[in-house]
């Protein structure tokens, strides 16, 4: 059961971010999120050593999306303001949502590198392609090129989390 709110939680807290996005409403995600976040290290009783893994991988995370924007592949919408290139708050909370998942709903793939990898080489390109089907990010490249750099990008991410995540000690 725990599972289960944890990927409805994270999965819930996503489309809030997408869905605000579209709405105009882009810090009604981060909120949800935060949320999801705070109930999660409550209901799970959550070893705080988390922290150590979803807070690094926010920050990372947005460093990696806002060099994604920077290239020029695509925008977001729900920015900061019109001239700052750093990736929405909208994108931080959706990578700290989603390593809240890794010691819970995904422990299933700890130290499955190659399963991991390519779940993120779908998964990821596809949660983009979701993103700019409902407005919330626009494609400037090819949706090939763009499809092969965020495999590329997301199936290295997920066996990098995990890779720390054994590192932290979980």
């Excluded at 995600?29 to 959550?46: T, V």
């Excluded at 919408?77 to 019109?82: D, F, P, S, V």
């Excluded at 890794?102 to 392609?129: R, T």
Aim: glycine residues 10%; positive net charge.
């Amino acid at each position: 059961m725990k599972n289960i709110f944890n990927i409805l939680g994270f999965q819930l807290s996503w489309w809030a971010c997408v869905l605000g996005v579209k709405n105009g409403l882009p810090y009604l995600g981060p909120a949800c999120m935060l949320l999801f976040l705070g109930i999660h290290f409550i209901y799970l009783k959550s070893n705080i050593l988390e922290l150590k893994l979803i807070i690094p991988f926010a920050v990372l995370g947005t460093l990696v999306d806002t060099g994604i924007a920077i290239s020029g592949m695509l925008s977001y919408n729900g920015l900061y303001a019109q001239n700052i290139i750093l990736a929405p708050l909208w994108i931080t909370a959706m990578w700290g949502g989603f390593c809240a998942t890794v010691n819970h709903s995904l422990s299933w793939l700890k130290e499955k590198w190659v399963s991991s990898f390519i779940l993120g080489a779908i998964f990821g390109p596809l949660s983009y392609i979701a993103g700019e089907k409902f407005d919330a990010i626009t494609f400037h490249s090819s949706l090939i090129s763009i499809c092969i750099a965020l495999a590329i990008i997301w199936g290295l991410s997920m066996s990098f989390i995990f890779f720390v995540n054994k590192r932290i000690g979980f």
